[in-house]
């Protein structure tokens, strides 16, 4: 997927950086996946107007914003289907996509199957922090039993979608699973995801800010 | 957290391998590489239109009474 090193410069994090800065609450995990998509641009040294960066709706899809590369932040549930025509207009650009589990799951789900089947070639970074955090936390579809969330305040009686599972069942090419805290080891999930041609699928752990939500670090969840 | 790549028995083009690590979550959450085949062509790759280039850089060769023309019919 990658055009690597097409420009002189050398380019550092800095050159990465948006011009808004992030309004994540203190502690998200979103800041880690940030910080380790824009570690593994440098890593690869991809010129910033040769990434396309898309998302839907929620906390993690304000990700355009913070991040110094071209950008659109669509609707909620469709930026793999704004991507596949970005990148079947242009295959030459670096195509990534972020967005929550919320956004990717559930209003989303349609457009991801179809869009691993298709093996459209763009990174697919899901920051799945088990909850709506944009609305101040409501049942996602990955929340876990029992969880008590203000949409479910008794606790959580859905079973969880398995993304890695659905994603593999789907025919995607790539499929791997970050931890926002782990940043060496998220960013080189990362490069491997660009440099892969094909469908990439990465959801990342990132817990949402425990003043928030009710996720907490070790995957349990608390009143 | 542990990482599949600490286990060098684990082959992440094996897709029976990578759908029993899906299943895996409590007291042992697979981070890491789950999968990856690359014999399968990208979407891009596979349409025969794109192989002289981007698409935004073809030119459509449509002239503008044409053009016109095929928008009025669809207005």
């Not at chain 1, 808004?20 to 203190?26: F, G, H, I, K, M």
């Not at chain 1, 570690?39 to 929620?58: C, R, Y």
Request: charged letters at 15%.
């Amino acid at each position: 997927m990658a055009t690597v090193l097409a420009d002189t410069k050398h380019l550092a994090m800095a050159d990465f950086k948006g011009k808004v800065d992030p309004d994540w609450c203190p502690g998200c995990g979103d800041f880690g996946v940030l910080a380790a998509v824009q570690k593994a641009l440098v890593d690869l040294q991809i010129p910033n107007h040769n990434v396309v960066t898309i998302s839907g709706i929620g906390c993690s899809s304000n990700f355009p914003g913070f991040i110094n590369t071209y950008g659109m932040h669509t609707l909620h549930g469709r930026a793999l289907a704004v991507a596949t025509g970005v990148k079947l207009a242009n295959h030459e650009l670096t195509v990534l996509v972020t967005g929550g589990d919320g956004d990717g799951f559930g209003i989303g789900g349609n457009h991801f199957m179809h869009t691993m089947r298709r093996n459209v070639d763009v990174l697919y970074i899901v920051m799945d922090n088990q909850i709506y955090g944009l609305t101040t936390g409501q049942t996602s579809p990955t929340s876990r039993v029992g969880m008590k969330t203000k949409s479910m305040p008794f606790g959580n009686i859905e079973s969880p979608v398995n993304p890695i599972s659905l994603a593999l069942t789907a025919g995607a090419t790539f499929v791997a699973r970050g931890f926002s805290a782990d940043q060496k080891h998220l960013t080189e999930l990362i490069k491997q995801g660009i440099q892969h041609q094909g469908f990439s699928f990465l959801t990342s752990s990132a817990p949402a800010s425990p003043t928030t939500t009710t996720t907490l670090f070790n995957g349990s969840a608390r009143a | 957290m542990k990482k599949l790549e600490d286990d060098p028995a684990y082959n992440s083009t094996d897709w029976m391998a990578a759908m029993e690590k899906s299943l895996l979550w409590g007291d042992e959450i697979p981070i890491g590489k789950f999968f990856e085949r690359t014999d399968l062509p990208a979407l891009h790759a596979a349409e025969p239109v794109l192989d002289a280039g981007p698409l935004v850089h073809s030119d459509p060769h449509i002239p503008p009474d044409v053009a016109r023309s095929f928008v009025e019919e669809l207005m």
